[in-house]
């Protein structure tokens, strides 16, 4: 055995250190802050402060998302191929990572900055304007999304520092969202004067310059996190040696080679499509982020336009929202050990029912106060509950086939970001009022209570589908080869029958 394969097979047999844990972890932070404004503050700042209706807003928000999910599987599929292009020494994802970083720190603050030298044009001028910028931040978003998430099964072979590893990612995630709706109150005022007459204000153009300024400080602080990444994860390089030879769909032979090493056949995209828990992961990934990511855009509306509440209001329940989301993913890692995936999923589809069906039968000064935060601590729990783990059973389902990860999620996420995108431009544009009247006050109460509500429902009936605990015997099954493997090593045999 060569010292490159010992070097690989030490990683392969280390825990990681905590501040790799902790560079990991931030090395999302620049594409949550972006992507908390572009779900929270897109279709509010387009509306209110530009002034597009809301069907062209909703057409901004679908040309991301369409941008994105084109993007994915590209992504994906370029990440995975290692072609020697020197760029790639410094490490294939986390080149495309880098690349990522550079997309969306060019182009997303010009999302929230009124259209340069066309300001005063046509509405359509202004949107193919929008739109290239869109188009930019999406594909560097991407890259950074993907390149950050195919890292997990490369820095590690255990799953439940994977499960680790997912819960520290999202807990940044939400420290993220907390660290924008925190800048946002304090910019736009929020906390200044308390008056009647100023909270009933809306926004309006006039707030143009404070998003302007909360884009930017948001970016900066995306990028300062991005450096720590890039300094302190090191990426681990394969062993060019080591492929996969497969016989059938679920099997798989292994044999040592003279100096000691496994040798397998690596799993192509191609291979994925013939497995069934490939697709059906995927349509519990895609409703998770469905729920999620609806009740993100849809909780500030349904604030301003439902309940009539102060401005404040818009700030303080998704600060409550995501700080309980944020306190639930510290106890992922135990819960998935002790519970498992599905018992563990199970629990957030429950919890985040339970906020739909409130929402959908709040009313009166009651709800309003301090049920309203129980609410948001139910949506949060909930979601977070059911996006961590739902992570980290698309972790097993890549298991040590992490040569073709980077397409797995870039396939996952190419269902989440259109599906979203129709979802919303499908809402924006059966609003019944185009002007967001307060006649029509119980619209955002449904779409977030039967929106969000089926997306859960769906989500767990795609769970259902799965085996239980078949990804895990197939992981299993995976470990009790290569101890076979390593103990006939030892003695001295040079191959094993299977």
């Known amino acids: 055995m060569d010292e490159s394969d010992s070097n ?9 250190l905590w501040h790799h844990k902790l560079c990991y972890s931030v090395g999302h932070v620049l594409n949550d802050l972006c992507a908390s404004m572009w779900f929270t503050y897109l279709l509010l700042y387009f509306h209110f402060v530009l002034g597009f209706s809301n069907s062209m807003s909703g057409i901004v928000l679908l040309i991301g998302q369409v941008a994105d999910a084109v993007a994915t599987p590209f992504v994906g599929l370029e990440s995975d191929r290692d072609d020697g292009f020197f760029l790639c020494r410094y490490g294939k994802r986390k080149t495309w990572h880098l690349f990522g970083t550079v997309c969306v720190a060019v182009s997303f603050p010009f999302l929230f900055t009124k259209c340069i030298g066309c300001e005063h044009s046509s509405y359509v001028a202004q949107l193919i304007y929008y739109a290239a910028f869109v188009v930019i931040f999406q594909f560097g978003w991407a ?3 993907i390149s950050h998430l195919s890292l997990i ?5 255990d799953p439940h520092e994977r499960t680790e590893l997912n819960a520290l990612r999202y807990a940044f995630t939400v420290i993220s969202n907390v660290c924008v709706y925190s800048i946002t109150w304090y910019i736009l005022g929020l906390t200044g004067d308390t008056s009647d007459s100023k909270q009933d204000e809306r926004i309006g153009p006039e707030d143009s310059v404070k998003f302007r300024n909360i884009v930017l400080i948001v970016t900066a602080i995306g990028l300062i996190q991005s450096v720590f990444f890039h300094l302190g ?4 390089k394969k062993n060019p040696n080591v492929t996969t030879r497969y016989l059938d769909k679920d099997s798989e032979i292994t044999s040592l080679v003279p100096n000691g090493a496994i040798r397998k056949e690596p799993k192509r995209w191609k291979h994925w499509f013939r497995e069934c828990h490939f697709y ?6 895609m409703f998770t982020r469905l729920f999620v990511n609806l009740a993100q855009v849809y909780i500030p509306l349904y604030l301003q336009d439902t309940l009539h509440l102060r401005q404040d209001s818009i700030a303080i329940v998704p600060l409550v929202m995501y700080i309980a989301g944020f306190i639930s993913s510290f106890f992922m890692k135990m819960l998935n050990k002790h519970a498992g995936r599905e018992l563990t999923y199970s629990l957030g589809v429950l919890i985040g029912l339970s906020g739909c069906v409130w929402i959908y039968f709040g009313s009166g000064s009651n709800y309003t106060g301090l049920q309203l935060y129980f609410v948001a601590a139910l949506i949060g729990i909930g979601g977070s509950t059911m996006l961590i783990t739902s992570l980290s059973i698309t972790a097993d389902l890549i298991g040590p086939n992490t040569e073709s990860g980077a397409f797995v999620y870039g396939a996952m996420s190419f269902t989440d970001k259109l599906s979203n995108g129709l979802a919303v431009i499908f809402i924006q544009t059966f609003h019944p009022c ?12 449904l779409v977030l209570s039967c929106g969000c509500g089926a997306a859960a429902v769906a989500a767990f009936v795609s769970l259902l589908t799965l085996v239980p605990g078949k990804l895990r015997e197939r992981d299993q099954e995976r470990a009790a080869i290569f101890d076979t493997v ?5 003695y001295g045999y040079n191959s094993i029958s299977t």
């Open 8 to 16: 690989e097979g030490a990683t392969r047999g280390r825990r990681l």
């Open 143 to 145: 890259s950074t999304q």
């Open 153 to 157: 099964p490369d820095l590690t072979d």
């Open 233 to 236: 994860v090191k990426e681990r």
């Open 280 to 285: 059906q992961v995927g349509l519990v990934y």
């Open 434 to 445: 185009q002007t967001c009247c307060f006649d029509c006050s119980n619209y955002y109460q």
């Open 486 to 490: 390593r103990e006939s090593r030892n």
